[in-house]
């Protein structure tokens, strides 16, 4: 076998695997999904995963690296559709992830959420939440919420507002 350590397509199959069979360590996931493209190509699959995984990650550099790689993601040439869909979400013990934080930004149609205790701001449209919560949303209010990815970056999904 001619297999190579920094051969970036075994790199990108050895960790589309390692999630399929069940891995969720990001940091195991980032590494092998970081071999998997350089910066400028278009392996826009690769750099999403690690952006996504690196989110995870408990390196505040590691998040920032995220973020700067998501908002790179926007600009890459796909219909609207693929870049805003929603392809993966936070989850711990099989089960969504929900987070709590408060509206620190409502517009019509999209705001920011603030995360408790990383304190990191994250996206929300109205779109990824139901219509009754969206209009009951405030600057300020208590939310909850789970936490998903797609090309066009990282996002609050189905808010709930908190009594």
Same mark, same amino acid.
């Given at each position: 076998?001619?297999?190579?350590?920094?051969?970036?397509?075994?790199?990108?199959?050895?960790?589309?695997?390692?999630?399929?069979? $069940?891995?969720?360590?990001? %940091?195991?996931?980032?590494? #092998?999904? &970081?071999?998997? +493209?350089? =910066? $400028?190509?278009?392996?826009? %699959?690769?750099?999403?995963? #690690?952006? &996504?995984?690196? +989110?995870? =990650?408990?390196?505040?550099?590691?998040?920032?690296?995220?973020?700067?790689?998501?908002?790179?993601?926007?600009?890459?040439?796909?219909?609207?559709?693929?870049?805003?869909?929603?392809?993966?979400?936070?989850?711990?013990?099989?089960?969504?992830?929900?987070?709590?934080?408060?509206?620190?930004?409502?517009?019509?149609?999209?705001?920011?959420?603030?995360?408790?205790g990383i304190a990191d701001e994250i996206f929300c449209h109205r779109d990824n939440t139901n219509e009754q919560q969206w209009s009951n949303l405030r600057v300020g209010t208590r939310?909850?919420?789970?936490?998903?990815?797609?090309?066009?970056?990282?996002?609050?999904?189905?808010?709930?507002?908190?009594?």
């Amino acid at each position: 076998m001619n297999a190579k350590p920094g051969d970036k397509e075994l790199n990108s199959q050895y960790a589309k695997s390692l999630r399929a069979g $069940g891995e969720r360590d990001p %940091e195991t996931l980032a590494y #092998y999904f &970081r071999r998997a +493209f350089t =910066r $400028g190509d278009t392996n826009f %699959e690769a750099q999403f995963w #690690y952006a &996504r995984y690196s +989110f995870e =990650r408990r390196d505040a550099g590691a998040r920032e690296e995220s973020r700067q790689l998501f908002q790179h993601l926007r600009e890459a040439p796909m219909p609207h559709e693929e870049r805003v869909r929603i392809r993966d979400v936070l989850r711990q013990d099989e089960q969504d992830t929900i987070f709590t934080g408060a509206v620190t930004k409502r517009e019509e149609t999209y705001g920011f959420v603030q995360r408790d205790g990383i304190a990191d701001e994250i996206f929300c449209h109205r779109d990824n939440t139901n219509e009754q919560q969206w209009s009951n949303l405030r600057v300020g209010t208590r939310v909850a919420f789970k936490v998903g990815f797609s090309f066009a970056g990282i996002r609050a999904l189905e808010l709930q507002v908190l009594g």
